[in-house]
């Protein structure tokens, strides 16, 4: 478990954002970044929020698009861009616990918003609402609706294309 306190916000020369578009994300060469943002995923929801491995891991991870957020070496946070009938869905957003209050949910998404266009949308946690609404989402319908047991709300971002805060990798 990576520690973020002082240090990575004094080292931010060694925070890389990689994506990995959705046809990206099954190829054999990227699956060690699609293994990382998955480790991510497993300590926060699994672990963390008691999110069963099958919900979380739906099988859709090769046929979408990854954001990985590496601190050095060491995986910290990642997000996943989904295409739906309904529009764009950023989705799976999670930053280790030892990472969170450093601003790299908030560059996360940010980088997100800048590599996606039209309707765009998020399934946000209840307890995390204001957190996307000081980023600019708004809630869709004020109804709660749960997902893995855990109250959520509709946002989406009206806003258009973002600009991205940081230069986004791509693997080669």
């Not at 004020?142 to 600009?163: D, F, L, Q, V």
Request: hydrophobic share 40%.
């Amino acid at each position: 478990m990576p520690a973020c306190g002082l240090f990575a916000i004094m080292d931010r020369m060694e925070q890389t954002v990689i994506h990995l578009d959705a046809q990206a994300a099954s190829l054999a060469t990227n699956q060690a970044y699609l293994a990382l943002c998955q480790q991510v995923r497993r300590s926060v929801f699994v672990q963390e929020q008691g999110v069963s491995e099958a919900i979380d891991f739906d099988g859709k991870d090769r046929s979408c698009g990854h954001l990985l957020l590496m601190l050095g070496d060491e995986a910290v946070g990642t997000l996943r861009i989904r295409r739906t009938e309904e529009g764009t869905k950023l989705e799976r957003i999670a930053v280790l616990s030892s990472c969170r209050g450093q601003g790299f949910g908030e560059l996360l998404v940010r980088c997100a918003l800048s590599l996606v266009e039209g309707n765009v949308y998020i399934h946000a946690q209840v307890h995390s609402q204001g957190f996307y609404e000081k980023l600019g989402f708004v809630v869709e319908d004020p109804t709660i609706y749960y997902e893995a047991n855990i109250p959520h709300r509709t946002m989406i971002w009206p806003h258009g294309r973002g600009a991205s805060p940081c230069i986004v990798t791509r693997p080669s």
